[in-house]
């Protein structure tokens, strides 16, 4: 299972990635990829690393 967030101009909510990430971890994901576009990326991408 491959798992793909991020945050665009439309949506930038950390939050809810974050729950997202949590929910393919618990199930196994092989691989995450942050595919995020907008919003403050260095943040978003500090806050995958964590």
Do not use: Q, W, Y
Request: charged share 30%.
């Amino acid at each position: 299972m491959n798992t793909n967030l991020g945050t665009s101009d439309e949506c930038c909510d950390l939050e809810l990635e974050g729950r997202k990430l949590n929910v393919t971890l618990d199930a196994g994901t092989d691989s995450i990829m942050d595919l995020s576009t907008g919003g403050d990326l260095d943040s978003a991408r500090a806050f995958f690393r964590e």
